[in-house]
């Protein structure tokens, strides 16, 4: 009987490991996030503007983006999704954006995000993304964003978000929008 159990002890060690096994495996399974599409983003009202639209407010703002950046060494690069967000601060108005412009590292336009001027109701926000395979901007690439109001209203928020994920590892920064011109 000795000599039995003896003989199943180094067994029972391997169907407990392969069990464990097993189980992390099926664990890790239920516990590997899933991707799913998005909520449709509101989409832009386009609106007219005409000789009747006064101004009352606006601004130019830069937003510094980066289509990769350089990791290790200057010879890796790493691609990075860029969303820029513009959000509406403000609980009453509508602003107008007038151009959503995406620049390279040289200052060259490479994309105009609007073809015509756009709203944003109070309190929402419009997204425009750069895809990861999307280098053309390169290192230092930037967003001109351009608003006007009818009325004074609260400044809105415009920043990028860039990410990329990998594996198990992810890197995001958030860059914010810089206000260069303002107009009265």
Not at 79 to 96: E, G
Request: aromatic share 6%.
């Amino acid at each position: 009987m000795n000599t039995l159990f003896c003989s199943l002890k180094p067994l029972s060690g391997r169907i407990l490991l392969a069990g464990t096994l097993l189980l992390w495996a099926i664990i890790a399974a239920a516990c590997e996030p899933t991707v799913s599409s998005p909520p449709t983003a509101p989409t832009l009202e386009p609106i007219s503007l005409d000789d009747t639209v006064t101004i009352a407010s606006g601004q130019t703002l830069y937003v510094p983006v980066y289509s990769h950046i350089y990791m290790v060494q200057a010879g890796r690069t790493i691609n990075l999704t860029t969303t820029l967000s513009v959000r509406n601060t403000d609980r009453t108005q509508s602003l107008i954006l007038t151009a959503v412009d995406y620049h390279d590292s040289q200052g060259n336009l490479v994309r105009n995000y609007l073809e015509n001027p756009a709203q944003i109701r109070p309190l929402a926000s419009a997204e425009f993304v750069v895809p990861q395979e999307d280098t053309s901007g390169g290192i230092g690439a930037s967003f001109l964003v351009e608003w006007i109001a009818s009325t004074e209203l609260s400044n809105p928020v415009v920043e990028a978000v860039m990410i990329n994920t990998q594996g198990n590892q992810g890197l995001s920064f958030v860059s914010p929008g810089r206000v260069i011109e303002t107009r009265p």
